[in-house]
């Protein structure tokens, strides 16, 4: 089974546009350089991320969990013409590298780069936004989603990654640890609210789509 889902996407990435030249270079110096580059969104899901973004057509965007700001650059590509992304970041090592790559985006003007913890930093932002991208601790995800929503506009997005899991939301005995279950509260909680409209992609690990009515 993986090896066919392996086949697959790299039919769809033999099929898309190519991956522009500096996330080719962000995407290797991050395999190469930095721990747990998996984490890193890469070229399908920065596609997706950009696509998305140009359909919703956002002025401001909040990012948790820049990472080293792959996804960042893939979703300032999509914004309206002007716009502004304020990302978080917990782990300040990684700061000169995502400030790096930022300028040679030609984007640090768009860009505010928030580093320490998310739950502290989100008070502190006072704005609404029309997108959220929800990638930082799954262990938080239910805190995030309460934290975001008063600063989510009316028929404003979140998008939330890794929301399947790697598929332990549907293993027996579940949850068995803190990370699953961060994400199968946040899941049961978006079910739950009538106040927003959601759809679940069973993309890569999960990337749910919710919009506030």
Known sequence: MIFLY????????????????????????????????????GHLQGSVLTMLC????????????????YSTICLAEGMKQGGHIHTIEIN?????????????????????????????????????????FIDGDKREYPKYLELILPKLKTNGYILADNTL???????????????????MDFNKIVKNDNELEKIILPFRDGLTIIRKK
């Open 165 to 183: 899991w790697d598929n332990k939301v549907i293993k027996p005995n579940m949850p068995d640890d803190n990370y699953t279950k961060g994400i």
């Open 54 to 69: 140009k359909m919703i057509n956002p002025s401001s965007i909040l990012e948790i969990g820049t990472f080293t700001g």
């Open 92 to 132: 300040d090592e990684l700061e000169d590298v995502i400030v790096n790559f930022f300028e040679k985006a030609g984007l640090i003007s768009n860009i505010t780069l928030h580093i320490g913890n998310t739950i502290d930093i989100i008070p502190k932002i006072d704005q609404l936004f029309d997108l959220i």
């Open 6 to 41: 392996k086949l697959i996407e790299q039919y769809i990435l033999n099929h898309i546009d190519e991956q522009p030249p500096l996330l080719k270079e962000l995407e290797r110096y991050t395999n190469l350089n930095v721990l747990r580059p998996r984490m890193l969104s």
